[in-house]
């Protein structure tokens, strides 16, 4: 079954007003109400969690190993994966951070069984760079006519330096600095200690520091 398979699911009646109902309905409750719906035969919960978590697992693969097409197999993987083993996921804990550790693992996987150059890994770094989660600030807030060209080129020297980061460092960096996940989430996601995050995440920092600098001199 395909992503879009899932979202689609009984999508028959999707121009009646009932099914329009039950969509805004799905979109007003939590994950893990909507977890509940899809265990209790909802057969268009599940389609509501691929709308709420597609985009943003695309973004977070994607940047993990540098190849989109093979991020759109890897997700659609996750989503098997949820889809299979819904009835196992714990309540009490967050959804998303399960289905992000899917991915995760997912990804690593994907990295463990290439052999290339981690620029090549890491390719690109495109969105949702936020101005709250940089760990560097290079950009002035004064207008000038060439920023545009500026800031593209800073990007790219972003991705090079992202790109150079060993995995260990590449996940936890990407992870809080791009994803804006809190140090525990990113334990859970990783499987690391709350300790061993941070301090990976520290040396990262400091990694990328070390490798932007030269680049944006």
């Known amino acids: 079954m395909t992503r879009s398979q899932m979202a689609t699911e009984n999508e028959s009646l999707v121009g009646t007003g009932e099914a329009r109902q039950h969509r805004l309905h799905l979109g007003e409750l939590t994950d893990s109400d909507v977890v509940q719906a ?107 006519p060439d920023d545009l060209f500026r800031k593209r080129h800073l990007r790219k020297k972003v991705e090079e330096a992202v790109a150079l980061l060993p995995e260990h460092h590449r996940i936890v960096f990407v992870l809080r600095e791009m994803e804006g996940k809190t140090y525990e989430e990113i334990a859970d996601i990783t499987g690391c200690n709350l300790g061993t995050v941070k301090s990976r995440l520290n040396r990262a920092r400091n990694n990328f520091a070390q490798i932007i600098a030269p680049l944006i001199d």
Do not use: C, M
């Open 38 to 144: 899809s265990l209790d035969g909802d057969t268009r919960a599940f389609g509501e969690l691929v709308r709420r978590y597609d985009q943003r697992l695309l973004n977070f693969v994607y940047r993990t190993i540098g190849d989109r097409e093979r991020g759109q197999d890897l997700v659609q993987e996750t989503f098997v994966r949820v889809y299979r083993h819904l009835q196992r996921f714990d309540q009490s804990k967050k959804f998303s951070t399960w289905i992000y550790t899917i991915a995760s693992n997912l990804a690593k996987n994907e990295l463990r069984n290439r052999s290339r150059n981690p620029l090549v890994l890491f390719q690109t770094l495109k969105k949702n760079w936020d101005a709250d989660h940089r760990p560097l600030e290079w950009e002035d807030t004064q207008y000038k």
